[in-house]
């Protein structure tokens, strides 16, 4: 873990599914649905008599890039107890009603751009921007000293629901929606409205954290997206003569990195800095997007995949590639 202490823990990961299982009938009963958000996992971590802390699910330290973020927790969260609360740091660009909800819309870009920065620049950008990172809440395993990772998953919200002090600015409890029969409608509606995609989570699931995919999670997205690390580059052609062509990317397994494909999609700028420092990029984390996934082994290809961005938040060790993977549990 990068610059994680000790103690630190990873948070609960869901595993992928697809859009068409959502109007599977009878499939998601007893489930709950929540917006997917665009931005950076986090925990907030309180020890008794001590100031909150944010780490990212790689084990980050984002405390000072956000000290606005530190002040509203410290108002909520318990000073006298230790409390863990699990959600996303992101830039809220627009909100939109669904249902008597509120649902926020991520500006991902704006997110990259503060939290992929040194703290001092996290701090100017977000004056840049006129807009302060949130906290987009989603769970909560410790509250009040009190272990709550062996509870299920609706109880848990009773708690936050019950704790949670709903006048903070940069605080936003997510919603949920309890119809599974509606869940793929829902879906599309969230799509519609620029909102990444859609978690499903089993009512009676545990929180387990060690940042493993759980099967009682689930994550539908627009465009596939995945975290891969970077292997090498292809020769540039063309325009790009002299420089870098394609990037190559692969999965972390325990006999090495995997190769999966190669990506462009990169901006002119980046595909420049790359190319004076080839070296320096090799092994650095990277989101890759496609609309469709193919084959039938286990591990399915990424069809005409793009390039991102670079991930500060996670490490290469994280980068599994279970976005791939034959959909057998859902």
């Known amino acids: 873990m990068v610059n994680a202490p000790d103690w630190f823990l990873a948070p609960m990961l869901c595993k992928t599914t697809q859009r068409e299982t959502l109007d599977t009938h009878g499939k998601w009963d007893g489930y709950i649905a929540e917006p997917k958000h665009d931005g950076t996992r986090c925990l907030a971590v309180r020890f008794a008599g001590e100031s909150v802390r944010l780490f990212s699910r790689s084990g980050q330290d984002y405390t000072d890039h956000v000290p606005h973020l530190v002040n509203e927790l410290n108002a909520w969260m318990p000073s006298d107890e230790d409390a863990i609360v699990d959600g996303e740091l992101a830039i809220i660009s627009d909100t939109f009603d669904l249902g008597g909800k509120r649902v926020p819309v991520t500006d991902f870009n704006k997110t990259m751009r503060v939290m992929g920065s040194g703290a001092e620049k996290a701090r100017d950008r977000q004056k840049e921007f006129g807009k302060n990172i949130t906290f987009i809440i989603y769970d909560i395993p410790q509250w009040n000293g009190r272990d709550l990772t062996g509870e299920h998953f609706t109880d848990r919200r009773k708690t936050l629901k019950h704790s949670f002090t709903f006048g903070s600015e940069h605080l936003f409890l997510n919603p949920q929606f309890t119809d599974p029969t509606r869940f793929g409608e829902l879906f599309d509606t969230l799509v519609e409205h620029d909102v990444e995609g859609i978690i499903i989570k089993n009512a009676t699931s545990l929180y387990v954290f060690e940042g493993r995919p759980n099967s009682t999670w689930f994550k539908v997205k627009a ?17 790009y003569e002299g420089m870098i062509g394609a990037l190559e990317f692969g999965r972390y397994t325990d006999d090495g990195v995997v190769y999966v494909g190669r990506c462009s999609g990169m901006t002119d700028a980046l595909r420049k800095e790359m190319s004076d420092d ?11 997007k496609s609309n469709e996934l193919c084959g039938s082994k286990e591990y399915r290809s990424p069809r005409h995949p793009q390039f991102v961005c670079f991930r500060t938040d996670k490490l290469p060790e994280q980068c599994l590639g279970e976005e791939l993977k034959q959909d057998k549990d859902a």
Request: hydrophobic fraction near 45%; proline fraction near 0%.
């Open 223 to 239: 465009a596939v997206t995945m975290d891969m690390v970077v292997t090498g580059f292809t020769d540039g052609t063309g325009k």
């Open 278 to 288: 080839r070296d320096s990029f090799i092994g650095r984390v990277v989101e890759i």
